[in-house]
Structure formats: C-alpha cells, structure tokens
C-alpha cells in the first residue's frame, strides 16, 4: 500500500506547487479534483485554506433564461477594465427549452474570457444537490486562494440547492425579467430571503419599471429592519445599467464590510459547510456499511416500520462512536 499513497502524496504536492505558482492548468485540475471528489481534494482545500477569504464573491442567481449569463459576462468585463482580475464559475443551466445554452453560455463568455486576467469555469449540473453545491463553493475557494480578486458564481436559482450557493456569497444578486409571473416566483423560490440585490434585466422589454415598483413594494413590506436590497433596471445585453450594478454590489459589501454583516455572514457560511460535510461523510460512511444495509432490510421484513428502523440505527450507530472514544 506505500506506493500507492506516496503517489497520492505526491501528486497532491506537485498540483499545490504548480497552483502556487499560478499555473492556470493547476487551477483547472484542482477545480476538477474537488468537482470529482478526487480522495486528496479534501486535503488539497485544507491546504490552500490560508489564502481564502481575500476575494470578493459575487453569487448571480435567478430563473432559467433571465440574462445570468450575459450580466455576469458584463460585471467580468466591468471589472477586468477596471484592473481587477476575475475568476467565474457558472453552474451549467438547465433550462430544458434551451438545450444548447451550455453551448450559448460559453459563446457569450468567449467574450470575457479574451480578456485578460478573466478566468471562466463551468461545472456540470449532476451528482447530488448538495454534492453540487459543496463542489461550486469549493470552486470559489480555488479561485479564491488563486488569487482572483473578484469572483462570480453564476446558479439558475430554482431549487434549495442553488440558493444555498448564493447564499455562499459574499452578495447575491436575483436577477428577474418583466416575464410574466417573476415576482411571485421570486417570492415562492425564497429568492427574496437570499437577495442583496435585485436586477430586473431586460428593461428593454415591457413591465420592467412595473415589476422594479413591486418589488421594492414587498421589500418594504418584509425587510423593514435589514438592509434593503436595491432594485435596479438593466439591459445586459445591450451592456446598459451594468456598470451600475457593478457600483451597487461594491456600495453594498462595503455597507456590510463596515457593519460587521460580511464577517458573519462568512462565518454562517463555513459552518453550514461543516454541517454539510458532515453529514456527506456521515452519510457515504455509513450507509455503505453492509451491515446496517442488511440489518435494516431484516427490521423491514420483520414488519418494523421506516420510522422506527431508522431511529434503532441511529442509536445504535451512536453507541458505537461512544464505545470508541466518541467523536475525535
Ligand atoms: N431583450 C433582452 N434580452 C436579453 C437581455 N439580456 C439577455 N438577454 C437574452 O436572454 C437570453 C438568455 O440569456 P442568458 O444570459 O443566457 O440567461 P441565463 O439566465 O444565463 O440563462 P440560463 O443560464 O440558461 O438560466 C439570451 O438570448 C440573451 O441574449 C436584455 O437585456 N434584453
Ligand atoms: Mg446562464
């Protein structure tokens, strides 16, 4: 078993040597690593540990086909002009009408990615929901300890999962479309809860300034004490109002740099990624045991119901950490 391990080891120092060094491919391996849960990518995330937390995250979130894409190329290409390096990770979207948006996406990215110092990565959208999400934070992470001063994290914000990656950011943006109906799927999503910052994109098209009044409307109405979410009209793909959402992102990490909000905020966001890790490795650990596969099948066949097999195991699984020591 020496050759093996000392393979592992060594192949997880010469990618960390290469990763410092600011080999790009290293960053596109590493990135790969934990997207495919190498077994060193945990180790690899806890050496590159010390060097998160100096980029600035910016998570885009909102329904399939509301113009993600096209404003987060604009704010790469907003902050590259400016001097910023900026590194991105799109969740590939999903919409089923679109078929090849993954195709469109990396046409519309081809853009900033010509530009220098702009880093765009996408990953795919498969495996379990929270494997996904642990794996895009984990990107962030890459691309923060990369060095890249601004990174985005592009989800299509239908499900839990995806809001919980904008919530893994140092701001969230929704963005919505005068389509008809986005409001209330605002609302249904959560979307209002995660939101710092609301763009209604494609101002071009009719209902944007109605759809901007209800919001601000409902933010009124919920969000009295924290800070409000401002609410701004946007033509990405025309590149109109991008600039100014970039200015609204910076206005707002700097409210919540000086009010202590950031500093919480990624302190809440570590530990629901300790809660999650938990329980994935709680999880592949455990039920991967044939023995409590077997003993839960035999509970079944013996008329046990779900409820109770499931509360037998997990005591029983307890005594056996207690047996051991405990939790190290
Ligand atoms: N009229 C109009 N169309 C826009 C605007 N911004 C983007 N679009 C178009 O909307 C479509 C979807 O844009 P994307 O940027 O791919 O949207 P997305 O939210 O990233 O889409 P998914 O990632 O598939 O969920 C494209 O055809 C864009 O050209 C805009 O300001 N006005
Ligand atoms: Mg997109």
Known sequence: MTAPL????????DLLAEFRAGKVGAL????????????????????VYPQVGRAWRTGVTGPPGA????????????????GRSVGLVAVDPTSPFSGGALLGDRVRMDRALSQTGVYVRSMANRGSLGGLSLAAV??????????????????????QAEIDVAAAADTTVVVLTPASGDSVQAMKAGLME?????VVNKADTPGAERLQTE?????????????????LLCRALADQGVAEVAQAIERRRAADQASGRLEARRRARDLARVRRLVV?????????????QEAAARALAHGER???????LVRSILEGIQRNGGPA
Not at 6 to 13: F, I, M, N, V
Not at 28 to 47: F, K, M, T
Not at 215 to 231: S, Y
């Open 194 to 198: 995660v939101a710092d910052l609301f």
């Open 280 to 292: 994935e490795g709680l999880r592949a650990e455990l039920w991967h045991e044939q023995e409590i």
């Open 6 to 13: 000392t393979a592992a080891t060594s192949a997880l120092e």
């Open 138 to 159: 984990a990107a962030a992470d890459l691309l923060d300890a990369f060095g890249f001063q601004e990174v985005l994290l592009e989800t299509v914000g239908v499900g």
């Open 28 to 47: 596109a391996r590493a990135i790969s690593w934990v997207e495919n849960r190498h077994p060193q990518s945990g180790a690899l995330l806890d050496a």
């Open 67 to 82: 113009g993600k894409s096209t404003l987060v190329d604009g704010l790469a290409r907003h902050w590259g002009a400016a």
């Open 215 to 231: 919001l601000e409307d409902m933010l009124g109405l919920r969000r009295a004490a924290a800070p409000r979410p401002e609410v």
């Open 306 to 312: 779900p409820d109770e097999v499931a509360r037998k």
